[in-house]
């Protein structure tokens, strides 16, 4: 009879949390690094970024399609058949 081997548990990573975010330890060295290298704080560092990436979302918003003036729509009408 033969058994299958049992898994090995799954080790679940470690976050730490700043500014609302939750970071791995990977993470949250790499962003260390970079505050330093701008001479920042990490929590001063990750808000700028937080603020940079939501101003970034709301140029990247389409603009709302605006609706077809007059003289469009009458030409499309004229160029549709009967």
């Known amino acids: 009879m033969t058994t299958k081997p049992t898994p090995k548990p799954v ?13 791995s330890k990977g993470q949250l ?14 929590e001063a560092w990750i808000t700028a970024k937080i603020k ?9 918003k389409p603009k709302p ?3 077809p003036g007059l003289i469009s729509r009458l030409l499309d009408k004229a160029h549709k058949p009967i």
Do not use: I, M
């Open 52 to 60: 940079a990436e939501e101003a970034e979302a709301q140029k990247a």
């Open 11 to 23: 080790a679940k990573p470690e976050y730490t949390l700043v500014a609302g975010r939750k970071l």
């Open 29 to 42: 060295a790499y962003e260390q690094e970079r505050a330093k290298a701008a001479g920042k704080s990490l």
């Open 65 to 67: 399609v605006k609706k």
